[in-house]
């Protein structure tokens, strides 16, 4: 009784204990909700697995073997509970259309997807927070406008149409700088062909800059019209200084957020400039599991997606948290 008064004492004294015990509960509670969605998703497809791996001319013993191998003669709840299990001990099960581990199919295409997200993500946000901070520094001026109306105009455009337009412009019609499709060789990762990186991240780049633009312009414009900002001005405090010393760190919280909604973004979105450009990511291994009916396949990637939504909202809300001095205040 001691140990969890003892701990209910230092949740409330630690706001950030608190958030963290908060958020890893609510973490789980939606993973076991996204897993049961997922699995019965998948289950109630029209079609029998077995008739996808074997194909329609198999004959019925057949079919029967693949099905007691894959537990399919088992019950709903069965297969639910068997494959849980499985995954909790790192085992996400045996690729249908392959034959091999999910997880020795995943790991190459998680590495790329990572590699892929992670540069277009940080450059991305550096691009997008110094446009944001310039032209919240000349409000209303002809930078501003031409900045934040090309951002309008990019928020409108689909990613398969950046991901073409591209291509035409870089790679097959108007210039022959980079090549049109990122096809990895097998055993090699993009840090091993570069250049094959340029079109993807710079699709990406394009799609993500205009949201954390927006946001870190709002943000900064907010901040400078505040009354310490207008204070820091009255005492002649250098314009530059005041906008990174006194006003972006004030502007940091809805920046973050946007962020972190940005790689959650990523994780989904780049399933089709995946698909745009044939790199061997996480987002073209979901599509062909799909089109090959791939059901560990599928579930495996589907619940990898659903923890990393859940893993960096976490590390968002620790991050404002952590940048907000007020709310890390016990109460």
């Known amino acids: 009784m001691g140990l969890f008064r003892s701990m209910r004492t230092w949740r409330k004294r630690s706001p950030l204990v608190q958030l963290l015990v908060s958020r890893v509960w609510q973490g789980i509670v939606t993973l076991v909700i996204v897993s049961i969605l997922i699995f019965w998703a998948t289950e109630v497809l029209p079609g029998n697995a077995a008739y996808a791996v074997l194909g329609h001319n198999a004959s019925p013993a057949e ?118 499709v990122s096809v990895l060789a097998p055993g090699t990762y993009p840090w091993n062909a570069p250049k094959l990186m340029i079109l993807p991240v710079a699709a990406l780049v394009i799609i993500v800059v205009p949201y954390i633009f927006r946001m870190t312009r709002a943000a900064m414009i907010e901040a400078l019209e505040s009354d310490f900002c207008e204070m820091a001005r009255l005492k002649g405090v250098p314009r530059g200084r005041m906008l990174l010393v006194h006003a972006l760190p004030n502007a940091l919280p809805p920046i973050v957020q946007v962020t972190a909604l940005t790689f959650l973004y990523l994780a989904g979105g780049i399933v089709i400039v995946e698909e745009a450009f044939a790199y061997p990511g996480i987002g073209q291994g979901l599509v062909n599991a799909v089109s090959a009916r791939d059901i560990p396949v599928i579930q495996a990637i589907v619940l990898l997606l659903a923890a990393f939504y859940v893993v960096v909202n976490i590390v968002a809300d620790v991050v404002v948290l952590l940048l907000t001095p007020r709310r890390r205040e016990a109460r």
């Open 63 to 180: 079919v029967h073997s693949l099905e007691i191998q894959l537990h399919l003669n088992r019950g709903l709840f069965a297969q639910y509970v068997s494959w849980v299990a499985g995954v909790l001990s790192g085992h996400l099960g045996t690729s249908i259309a392959s034959g091999v581990p999910v997880w020795t199919l995943l790991k190459p295409r998680l590495v790329n997807s990572a590699v892929l997200a992670v540069a277009a993500g940080v450059v991305g946000a550096t691009v997008a927070v110094l446009l944001g901070v310039l032209a919240a520094a000349r409000k209303d001026s002809k930078l501003d406008d031409a900045v934040s109306g090309f951002a309008l105009a990019t928020i409108a455009l689909p990613e398969f149409v950046v991901a073409i337009t591209l291509v035409i412009l870089l790679s097959t019609v108007v210039w022959h700088f980079f090549p049109g």
